[in-house]
């Protein structure tokens, strides 16, 4: 059993010499928690730190519009179409190893990025970037649920762990307008890898190895269907928030992503070794958890940029301005981040998600209020700063109703569906919801009709999802 929260593991504890020097184990659990989340918290910088040098990007490479929309989807495509995959070959292989090697290549990739002469090494480097991440994100989450049992202590570092990823996305939303302004677009990916040079002397130090004790075979053909569909799916969705739908290429590529995601199904339902156990996905926790996580980060990317049209083309305020009220919404968010595991502590992990989403929906349909009077910039920063506040409840919680009840064989897996889940959730909401505001002849009517099928449909997931795990439980 671990003394103090001490990391538990799979495998002999070899790769760290047991001397007088070494930290106690509570100072290496914190030393865990701090590699783990800094790593995380960089991942969550990188989702938008460009957004705003994109600009300048382009005149300073000689990229167009449509090649700068692959600025972001060569960083979106990798990142989310291998998270199951690497989430998988890190339970079987090794998740220190598979962790450390994405640091290596993700720091490396944002040099290549930082230093990039044309548009071709850059997008190389964005691509890397992103396949750097899908290690890192999946086997993070799994080695901090296999550091920390199940109950306060996990409940805790979930909570800095969310915390730090929804700041991280804000972070980058002001610092990479600060660096753009100060030093110019390339500060934006010195800034990452910057981040990385910090956390990977530290971490081989502190992790020790976690794996399955039994490895069986990898699932090829079940890798190769799920990658390719999530790979489909991604583009699809990051191409239509750029073009619409009535692109040949995201018809295409959508249709092709579900025969691949079907073909998925199947392919698990008959292996021996699947990579996803069709078994885990009918867990009550496990499907209405990621529900719930697909709707929260979906609905409040929507609700980010929708706001930052309505204040900037609504209100005439300045980028600057927007950010700072954007800054007030992360201050929010870090705040919380200190008293959401006390709730989930209180009222468990399942009705802190229903609770979180319920109250996220309700505060979104409050910024129904704001109009065009000067006054709306107080409703609005008190109610986004709310709704993220919600938002970043349901995150937490979400990630624990999933992964809690699972062996350690079966982390990586679970945190790949969360880490999946929220990749997917980040990349839907703008294309399916947003163009209703782009599109509109009023941009005011467009964000309200955005806003209030917004908060439907987080109220309505709150509702199916309260049914759902409560009829779990009575079962």
């Not at 990479?176 to 040079?197: K, N, Q, V, Y």
Request: some cysteine.
């Amino acid at each position: 059993m671990p003394v103090d929260g001490a990391p538990k593991s799979d495998a002999p504890r070899t790769d760290i010499p047991q001397t007088d020097a070494s930290p106690s184990p509570r100072g290496r659990t914190r030393l865990i928690l701090f590699v783990l989340c800094a790593a995380q918290f960089m991942i969550a910088l990188d989702f938008s730190v460009l957004n705003v040098a994109l600009p300048e990007l382009g005149s300073g490479l000689g990229m167009n519009q449509a090649a700068l929309q692959w600025a972001v989807t060569a960083f979106a495509l990798p990142s989310g179409g291998f998270l199951l995959l690497f989430g998988r070959m890190g339970d079987l292989y090794g998740r220190r190893r598979l962790f450390l090697s994405g640091l290596v290549l993700f720091g490396a990739a944002s040099l290549l990025a930082t230093f990039a002469w044309d548009p071709a090494s850059f997008l190389a480097g964005r691509a890397l970037q992103g396949v750097g991440a899908a290690a890192i994100v999946p086997t993070a989450m799994s080695l901090l649920t296999t550091t920390f049992p199940e109950g306060p202590q996990r409940d805790r570092a979930l909570g800095i762990s969310g915390t730090l990823l929804s700041l991280g996305f804000t972070v980058g939303m002001v610092a990479g307008g600060i660096l753009t302004d100060l030093f110019g677009w390339r500060s934006t990916m010195g800034l990452l890898a910057l981040f990385s040079l910090v956390v990977l002397p530290l971490a081989p130090t502190v992790l020790t190895e976690s794996r399955q004790a039994e490895r069986p075979r990898l699932d090829v053909p079940g890798a190769l269907t799920v990658t390719g569909g999530l790979l489909s799916l991604i583009y699809a969705l990051s191409t239509a928030a750029d073009r619409g739908f009535g692109g040949m290429d995201v018809q295409v590529t959508l249709v092709l992503a579900v025969l691949l995601l079907v073909a998925f199904v199947v392919v698990e339902s008959r292996t021996a070794d699947p990579l996803v156990s069709l078994r885990i996905l009918r867990r009550p926790t496990v499907t209405w958890g990621n529900i719930g996580g697909l709707v929260t980060f979906s609905m409040m990317s929507t609700v980010v940029f929708v706001m930052t049209l309505y204040l900037q083309e609504v209100l005439d305020l300045t980028a600057f301005q927007t950010g700072l009220v954007f800054g007030v919404q992360g201050t929010a968010a870090a705040v919380s981040g200190g008293f959401v595991p006390k709730v989930i502590g209180r009222f468990g992990a399942p009705r802190t998600l229903v609770g979180g989403l319920l109250l996220q929906g309700l505060f979104v349909a409050a910024l129904l209020g704001a109009g065009r009077a000067g006054w709306s910039v107080w409703l609005v920063v008190v109610a986004i700063s709310l709704a993220c506040v919600c938002h970043l409840t349901a995150i937490i919680s979400y990630g624990l109703t999933v992964t809690s009840g699972l062996p350690s064989e079966e982390q990586g897996l679970a945190t790949g569906l969360v880490t999946s889940t929220q990749q997917v959730g980040i990349t839907i909401g703008i294309p399916l919801l947003g163009v209703l505001a782009t599109t509109a002849s009023d941009r005011l009517a467009g964000v309200r009709t955005v806003l209030a099928i917004d908060a439907a449909i987080v109220v309505a997931t709150a509702v199916l999802a309260a049914v759902g795990l409560h009829t779990a439980r009575r079962a």
